[in-house]
C-alpha cells in the first residue's frame, strides 16, 4: 500500500502518494479535474524498478488550493519545488492529459532536469487551433459539469453508466473517482477543484502550443494516444485532431516514440493499468 504524505514546497502544502520502490525515481502527475489516485492500479505495476510517487497538483486532491497560480510556469514551479523537497534527482516523469501537458512545459523549460518523458493521452493537441475554438467556445463545451452540492449516490449512478468507463467499474474506480470530492456530512459531493480554477487550467491549456514545444525536448520520450472507433462523428473529427497532433509531435521530434492504444478511453490508468505499466515500464528499461 502506497504512504500518503504532505510536503511544504515553494509556499504550498502538497499531497502526494508514495509507492516506494528502488531505482530511478518516477514522478506520476493526473490530469485535469482528477488527482493522484487515479494512478492507483497503475503505480504498484511500476515498483519493481523505480521510486514511484504520485502528486496532487495545486487546485487538486489534498494538496493547496489557491485563488491564482494555474498558468504552466506556475504549476511547472510547483513541481520543480516538489522534486527538489524529495529529492529526486532527474526523475521520469509520466503524465496523464493535462498532466501530461504539465510534464512536457517541464521538459522542455528545464531540459536537465527530466531524464524521461511518458504522455498519456495528453501534450500533442493544440485547443485553440480547432477550428471555431474561440476562448468563448471553449468554455461552453468544455467547462466542468455543475456537481457541486448533488447527493452522493445520485452521482454514483450517474457514474456507474458514464460511457466506456461504466463498463468497468469496480469499488476501486469508485473509490479513485471519489477521491475528486469532498463529502459532506449530508452527503453531498463538492469537487476538491473549484470551477474557477478548473477554467484558469482550461485557459492556459487553450494558450499552450505543444508543437512549439516539442523541439526543445532533449530527454527519450514517449506518446501514449488513445483511439476509438465509436460512431458517433464528433470522435471522427476528434479523432482527427489527435493524429494530426501526434504527426506534428513527430515531425518536431523524431526520436518520439508513440504507441497507439486502440480502442481505449481517456481514463487510461483506469481502464487499461496493466497495459500502460507495461508501456512505460519497458520504454524506461530500455532507455537505462
Excluded at 33 to 52: C, E, Q
Excluded at 89 to 109: K, M, Y
Excluded at 266 to 283: C, K, N, T, Y
Aim: a negative charge.
Amino acid at each position: 500500500m502506497p504512504q500518503t504524505e504532505f510536503v511544504e514546497a515553494g509556499g504550498l502544502r502538497f499531497h502526494y502518494r508514495d509507492w516506494g520502490g528502488n531505482g530511478q525515481p518516477l514522478l506520476l502527475l493526473h490530469g485535469l479535474a482528477s488527482n493522484a489516485r487515479i494512478w492507483d492500479l497503475t503505480a504498484p505495476l511500476l515498483t519493481g524498478g523505480f521510486r514511484v510517487v504520485a502528486l496532487d497538483q495545486r487546485g487538486h486532491g489534498l494538496s493547496d488550493k489557491p485563488d491564482g497560480g494555474y498558468d504552466f510556469a506556475s504549476v511547472t514551479g510547483d513541481l520543480a519545488a516538489f522534486v527538489q523537497a524529495l529529492g529526486l534527482e532527474r526523475p521520469a516523469l509520466a503524465g496523464h492529459s493535462w498532466g501530461a501537458n504539465v510534464a512536457l512545459q517541464f521538459a522542455a523549460d528545464r531540459p536537465d532536469g527530466v531524464s524521461a518523458l511518458a504522455l498519456v493521452d495528453g501534450g500533442f493537441l493544440e485547443i485553440s487551433a480547432f477550428e471555431g475554438m474561440t476562448w468563448e467556445r471553449t468554455v461552453e463545451v468544455m467547462s466542468p459539469p455543475p456537481l457541486a452540492g448533488i447527493k452522493l449516490e445520485a452521482f454514483l449512478q450517474g457514474a456507474r453508466n458514464w460511457p466506456g468507463l461504466g463498463e468497468f467499474w469496480n469499488d476501486d474506480v469508485q473509490e479513485i473517482v471519489l477521491a475528486n470530492f469532498r463529502i459532506d456530512e449530508e452527503g453531498r459531493i463538492y469537487p476538491h477543484l473549484s470551477r474557477d480554477n478548473h477554467l484558469k487550467i482550461l485557459r492556459s491549456l487553450w494558450d499552450q502550443k505543444p508543437s512549439a514545444l516539442w523541439s526543445r525536448i532533449r530527454c527519450p520520450a514517449l506518446l501514449l494516444p488513445t483511439a476509438s472507433d465509436h460512431p458517433d462523428p464528433r470522435n471522427a473529427v476528434w479523432m482527427e485532431h489527435k493524429r494530426k497532433g501526434v504527426a506534428l509531435a513527430e515531425q518536431r521530434a523524431p526520436s518520439l516514440n508513440v504507441i497507439w492504444m486502440k480502442d481505449t478511453i481517456h481514463d487510461v490508468p483506469l481502464q487499461r493499468p496493466r497495459e500502460l505499466a507495461g508501456a512505460i515500464r519497458s520504454f524506461l528499461e530500455s532507455r537505462a
